[in-house]
Each structure stands twice: as structure tokens, then as C-alpha cells.
């Protein structure tokens, strides 16, 4: 089945303490996004990939990283995560053409609770 | 960057009634318009999408239009049903702009009995 795959789907932690959140597709998609998603402002994007090695980023990075060394995985890490990063966190995945956009398969996302 | 806006935040229709949504974007050069559904505690799923190349795109009860000039482009739901109701997010995207999407913020509809 394709799909999109996040783990951990729940995580409650404390200031400072570094986690990653992993996103790995099975769909051979080159491009491959993180966002957050807060009450009244939607998704925004943190990172993208648009393959291997490649990535930039969005509109909201600031506290995180992202690595893209295989094509089917996207990690998102916290270095030291803050109050203000709790969030519902989503990854999506998409086939990338150099001028055509593509739908965007989204995983079933991450609740991250920061205290 | 781009900026897309979304009314209404809440939408109540009975059920069997039409709702519609409707979104601006800023950006001329976008040129993909994409409606997702995320039902409670769900992952965002895409429902239509609409490329600039054409008005209007129909998939049984629901269709979405664009309006290039006015850079408005708007969600239509006939027949609603309650598995209607969720969170409906548009979204617009620029070719060459890496597949970015920018999201609205979204709207709750909600098909009352």
C-alpha cells in the first residue's frame, strides 16, 4: 500500500531535549515536505526536499533540521525543542516535475507536546 | 511569497444543501490549486485539484472553479452530506516554485440533520 509513514504518532517531552521525528515514503516520490499545523493558521511548510541530499528551507524553520540522505526518508530533528514547537506536525510526499506541480500525499501525522 | 486567504472559517448547511468555499490567492504565477480534506484527528487528503490551464473541474458532487484574473478560486459541494463535514483547506502552488504549497487556513464546515 503507498503511503506515507511518521513515527512517533504521540510524543510528550520536556525543553531541551533532542528527538527526531522520522518520515519514510514507499512511493519512490522525490519530493518530500514537513509542515506544522496550528489552530486558525493552517499548514505551514518547515522544510522541503526535492531529492537527495537537496533540501530548503520554508516558511516557518527556524528550531529545526531536516537530513534527506536517502530518497525514501525525511527526518525532522528537534535540537532543542521549545514550548513553542508544540504542534500537530505532518510530512507529505510528492512525484516532482520540473514544471508541474504534484499532489501532495500527506502522512497521519505527529503531535508533539514540548512542556 | 504567496499568500492565500480562505473564508468562511465556519460553514453550517443542512443536509442536502450546497456550500461553497472560496479562496484568493496573491501570487499571479501560481498555476495549481489543490482543496484537501482533514477530518477530525485525520490526515489532510486530497479531494480536487484545478490547474490554471482550465475554469472548472467536476468529481461527482464536487467542483471547483478559477478565476485567473480576479485570482480567486472557490470549493462547490452539492447534495452535502454529514460525511461532509471536516476541515477544507485550498492551497496554491507556483510552477518552479519547488512544489511548494501554501496553505489556507481552512474551514470548518459542518452539515447539520
Known amino acids: 500500500e503507498a503511503q506515507v509513514t511518521q513515527n512517533p504518532r504521540y510524543l510528550i517531552t520536556v525543553t531541551g531535549k533532542k528527538l527526531t521525528v522520522t518520515c519514510s515514503q514507499n512511493?519512490?516520490?522525490?519530493?518530500m515536505s514537513w509542515y506544522r499545523q496550528d489552530p486558525g493558521l493552517g499548514l505551514r511548510q518547515i522544510y522541503y526536499?526535492?531529492?537527495?541530499?537537496?533540501?530548503d528551507k520554508g516558511d516557518v524553520p527556524e528550531g529545526y533540521k531536516v537530513s534527506r540522505k536517502e530518497k525514501r526518508n525525511f527526518p525532522l530533528i528537534l535540537e532543542s525543542p521549545s514550548p513553542n514547537q508544540t504542534s500537530l506536525y505532518f510530512c507529505a510526499s510528492s512525484l516532482s516535475w520540473q514544471s508541474s506541480n504534484q499532489p501532495q500525499h500527506f502522512g497521519d501525522g505527529t503531535r508533539l507536546s514540548i512542556l | 511569497g504567496e499568500n492565500v486567504e480562505q473564508h468562511p472559517s465556519t460553514l453550517s448547511v443542512q443536509e442536502g444543501d450546497s456550500a461553497v468555499i472560496k479562496c484568493t490567492y496573491s501570487?499571479?504565477?501560481?498555476?495549481?490549486f489543490p482543496w484537501y480534506k482533514q477530518e477530525l484527528g485525520k490526515r489532510p487528503q486530497l479531494i480536487i485539484d484545478?490547474?490554471?490551464?482550465?475554469g472548472e473541474k467536476k468529481d461527482q458532487r464536487i467542483a471547483v472553479t478559477l478565476n485567473k484574473t480576479a485570482k480567486h478560486f472557490s470549493l462547490h459541494i452539492t447534495e452535502t452530506q454529514p460525511e461532509d463535514s471536516a476541515v477544507y483547506f485550498c492551497a496554491a502552488s507556483r510552477a518552479g516554485g519547488g512544489n511548494k504549497l501554501t496553505f489556507g487556513t481552512g474551514t470548518q464546515l459542518k452539515v447539520e440533520l
Open positions: 512511493m519512490n516520490h522525490e519530493y
Open positions: 501570487d499571479s504565477a501560481s498555476n495549481y
Open positions: 526536499s526535492m531529492n537527495v541530499e537537496v533540501t
Open positions: 484545478i490547474r490554471s490551464n482550465v
